[in-house]
């Protein structure tokens, strides 16, 4: 086993959890030492701060962070995420996630991550505004539709995105929209954007659950997170015929063992912005939703939520990491000695959304667009090639489907780094 290093700047447990991942990955497929920390380490960082003129004219600095992991398999690509407890070790870590990612479904990019310290809910719409605005002024030096393209992540949307897309625009002197990714339409944004990384999870699900013979018509599903990612899941899954027992957001959980109505709960967080109060069903806590008896449990929140004081507990058949780095370690340990519980991780399950990305970039250089059907159509067409690719290397080399998936990933990213030498 190598030693596990931990960078001073990204010191975190997130962080520190992604980089065991890789040690044990690059352990399984024997990556040579003298590309090892190449490949592990983030290839560079900009820490800004962000001063906005507040609604009633005092001016608050927020803090921002981009992390660029690898620049050597293309631009770099990866969300944006405004939430009170962003730090810069998480941010690398979903940083080097988003390179196993999009290696693995053969995307030509390298992985990246932004984040600003903020509760994005304690701002009018125009502060919001400003602090996007500022956020990518100060990013313009450091991205570029052949450098690194952002796109929305928790707590930013697609009128952010529109917002910085114009920012950036007006700073080069002509429109842009290949500077960023989900967008509006409007705005050069792609049919099925949207939707693109719950219709993925809902989708890989559905495949999972026929090669397990589990009728999807009799399947139940909880879900962790009510946010893009969960809603659009449960939607999606919904439509397939499953019966969604569960949601929850950061104020509540619902619980309804006779199903819940996903559109009318929808509706619901469309007008009050969160579930609670929600009265068509009981109200359950987050912890307890993830304990719930289910066919398939969807966390589709934040990382670190399943660990070793839950993971013995969950009571699903079908474990399916809609959130970047759901399981940490300890848990994923425990879940290996369960069998009776199949996991779909992360880096495969939540891939539809930066697969739709990378469609919405390639409209926006050629100036082309697809409908949804054609974009949906070639999204699962992307991800049954990765999900046969997990199975093989899972069958081939009898590793667990994380490590199957992540030593893919990892493998093409150090392959690439290895063919290009290094400079001098």
């Known amino acids: 086993m190598s030693k596990v290093i931990v960078s001073a700047l990204y010191n975190s447990d997130v962080f520190k959890m992604a980089c065991r991942q890789f040690d044990k990955a690059a352990d399984a497929i024997n990556l040579p030492e003298a590309i090892r920390d190449r490949t592990k380490y983030p ?96 990013m313009i030096n450091f991205i570029g539709p052949h450098i690194d393209i952002p796109a929305p992540d928790v707590g930013t949307n697609e009128t952010i995105m529109g917002w910085m897309m114009d920012t950036y625009s007006n700073h080069v002197g002509h429109n842009e929209p290949a500077v960023v990714t989900g967008k509006p339409l409007a705005l050069g944004g792609s049919q099925g954007r949207r939707e693109a990384t719950g219709a993925g999870v809902a989708y890989l699900i559905k495949k999972y659950l026929e090669d397990m013979k589990i009728p999807i018509q009799k399947a139940t599903v909880a879900i962790q997170g009510f946010g893009n990612v969960g809603s659009e899941a449960a939607l999606a899954l919904s439509n397939y015929g499953a019966k969604i027992i569960a949601i929850s957001d950061y104020t509540t959980g619902i619980h309804d063992p006779k199903g819940i109505d996903v559109r009318k709960a929808l509706d619901y967080v469309n007008y009050a912005r969160v579930l609670k109060d929600y009265h068509l069903g009981e109200p359950i806590t987050n912890e307890q939703l993830l304990e719930l008896k289910c066919t ?21 058949r079908l474990l399916a990491e809609a959130a970047n780095g759901p399981t940490t370690n300890a848990a994923d340990r425990i879940l290996d000695r369960r069998e009776e519980i199949e996991i779909i991780p992360d880096v495969l399950c939540n891939a539809g959304g930066v697969v739709v990305s990378y469609f919405e970039w390639l409209q926006n250089l050629q100036n082309f667009y697809w409908s949804r059907d054609e974009v949906l159509a070639k999204l699962f067409t992307i991800l049954d090639r990765a999900k046969d690719s997990v199975e093989f290397q899972k069958r081939k080399f009898k590793f667990s489907r994380r490590l199957a998936a992540q030593t893919l990933g990892i493998a093409r990213v150090a392959e690439a780094k290895q063919s290009r030498g290094l400079f001098p």
């Open 43 to 138: 290839r560079r960082c900009l820490s800004v701060a962000l001063p906005i003129k507040r609604d009633d004219g005092s001016v608050t600095v927020f803090e921002g962070y981009r992390v660029q992991h690898n620049l050597s398999t293309g631009p770099a690509k990866g969300g944006i995420r405004f939430h009170q407890s962003v730090t810069i070790g998480e941010v690398a870590a979903l940083a080097m996630w988003m390179s196993w990612k999009c290696s693995l479904v053969g995307l030509p990019y390298g992985g990246a991550k932004g984040g600003v310290i903020v509760n994005p809910g304690q701002l009018s719409a125009g502060e919001l505004e400003r602090l996007s605005r500022r956020y990518m002024q100060e």
């Open 296 to 316: 398939v449990l969807v966390p589709a929140a934040l990382e670190r939520v399943i660990t070793d004081k839950n993971a013995g507990k969950l009571k699903c």
